[in-house]
């Protein structure tokens, strides 16, 4: 059993300049703790080895280097799991997080306020530099607004973050990518108690950025497996949605063009648009929707789609004419009686392709 008591983990990729800045900060602010800082290095090959060889001897910091590995989750997992402390903090090398919010936030842990705790640029003390440009508080804020409902927190978004190491091993199935990975040890761990403690986020000062947008493209997909994670129904039945909500506009597109520029009739335009319309949808949400249902041959899959579809239509159609004939709400109200007929047929496929045609 180690008598470390927090062990800070830092991945780094070409920061050489901060290495040495951030070791002084991390040690000043833990004076008198037993401490170590393991910093998670993709062979950045720019003297990161050495700032961290030489300042070894008088601060507890060693420096572990990937060479077949890329990216900052899965260092920042490699770190942890090298990790000999009680607690885990792991924060960016670029001095954008304060050290001086290791110490409260770990008590935190300490006194069982919060069994994961967030340093918070959104809550109240929490704060940023403020020549924040436009455009990158928008997307600060829409990919924050996008997490919020997996962990109700204000900043899940942040890169600076503590736990109690032995609770790493109830993270089930981490699948890193990107940059989020406290949002996924958070959500996938067993956290009961999550909070937050206020930090000034600074810009930072030596090296760039490596925030693509590659990254946040990884960030959506991300995002998507999360909300599998925690609600898989819920994510199904939206991610289904939003196919079948595009599919309508091929639907209608195609209805329309019959219209123009064949001059087809109404019947005959919507007899023949459905096609295209239930392929695409069959088509991307056994690419989307349901990507981790058995693979059966397209074919066979295609028909069962089309087959629960054309049933799903009719569900749709016998609800809305049954409401409008009968019931005299719905012979005032026909709009309502058609969007109660949509949403019949749409559960009803849902339920169909949930059970026989995506099969589990
Ligand atoms: N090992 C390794 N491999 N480290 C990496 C890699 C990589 O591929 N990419 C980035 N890092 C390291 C950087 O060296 C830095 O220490 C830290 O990860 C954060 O990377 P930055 O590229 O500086 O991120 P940022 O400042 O743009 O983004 C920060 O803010 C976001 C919120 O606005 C990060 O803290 C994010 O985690 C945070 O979500």
């Given at each position: 059993?180690?008598?470390?008591?927090?062990?800070?983990?830092?991945?780094?990729?070409?920061?050489?300049?901060?290495?040495?800045?951030?070791?002084?900060?991390?040690?000043?602010?833990?004076?008198?703790?037993?401490?170590?800082?393991?910093?998670?290095?993709?062979?950045?090959?720019?003297?990161?080895?050495?700032?961290?060889?030489?300042i070894s001897d008088r601060i507890p910091a060693?420096?572990?280097?990937?060479?077949?590995?890329?990216?900052?989750?899965?260092?920042?997992?490699?770190?942890?799991?090298?990790?000999?402390?009680?607690?885990?903090?792991?924060?960016?090398?670029?001095?954008?997080?304060?050290?001086?919010?290791?110490?409260?936030?770990?008590?935190?842990?300490?006194?069982?306020?919060?069994?994961?705790?967030?340093?918070?640029?959104?809550?109240q003390g929490g704060s940023f530099d403020d020549d924040w440009g436009f455009f990158r508080l928008l997307n600060s804020k829409i990919a924050t607004w996008l997490a919020l409902p997996l962990c109700h927190i204000k900043d899940p978004m942040s890169g600076f973050f503590a736990f109690e190491r032995e609770k790493f091993e109830t993270c089930a199935h981490l699948t890193p990518a990107g940059y989020k990975i406290g949002l996924e040890i958070m959500v996938k761990g067993d956290f009961n108690t999550p909070g937050e403690h206020p930090i000034h986020f600074k810009d930072r000062e030596h090296g760039e950025s490596k925030?693509?947008?590659?990254?946040?493209?990884?960030?959506?997909?991300h995002l998507r497996r999360l909300y599998k994670f925690k609600y898989p129904t819920v994510s199904e039945f939206a991610q289904f949605g939003i196919v079948g909500g595009t599919g309508f506009i091929v639907d209608s597109l195609i209805y329309f063009a019959l219209q123009l520029y064949f001059g087809?009739?109404?019947?005959?335009?919507?007899?023949?648009?459905?096609?295209?319309?239930?392929?695409?949808?069959?088509?991307?949400?056994?690419?989307?929707?349901?990507?981790?249902?058995?693979?059966?041959?397209?074919?066979?899959?295609?028909l069962s789609f089309i087959t629960t579809s054309l049933a799903g239509f009719a569900m749709n159609f016998g609800t809305y004419t049954v409401l409008t004939s009968y019931v005299p709400f719905f012979i005032e109200h026909k709009f309502s009686a058609l969007i109660i007929g949509v949403l019949v047929g749409m559960g009803f496929n849902f339920m169909m392709a949930r059970i026989f045609v995506f099969k589990p």
């Open positions: 059993m180690s008598d470390i008591k927090i062990s800070i983990v830092i991945p780094t990729y070409k920061e050489v300049q901060n290495i040495p800045l951030i070791c002084e900060q991390v040690s000043s602010s833990l004076d008198g703790q037993s401490f170590e800082i393991i910093f998670v290095d993709d062979n950045s090959e720019d003297g990161s080895c050495e700032a961290v060889k030489n060693r420096i572990i280097v990937r060479t077949e590995e890329r990216g900052l989750s899965t260092a920042v997992i490699r770190g942890i799991e090298e990790a000999k402390g009680k607690y885990v903090v792991v924060m960016d090398c670029d001095l954008s997080h304060p050290s001086t919010a290791i110490q409260p936030m770990v008590e935190k842990l300490e006194t069982n306020q919060n069994d994961f705790v967030v340093g918070s640029r959104y809550i925030l693509s947008l590659k990254e946040q493209f990884l960030y959506l997909r087809l009739g109404h019947n005959l335009s919507r007899a023949i648009s459905f096609w295209p319309a239930a392929t695409w949808n069959w088509f991307w949400n056994r690419t989307i929707t349901f990507t981790d249902r058995k693979k059966t041959h397209h074919v066979t899959q295609w």
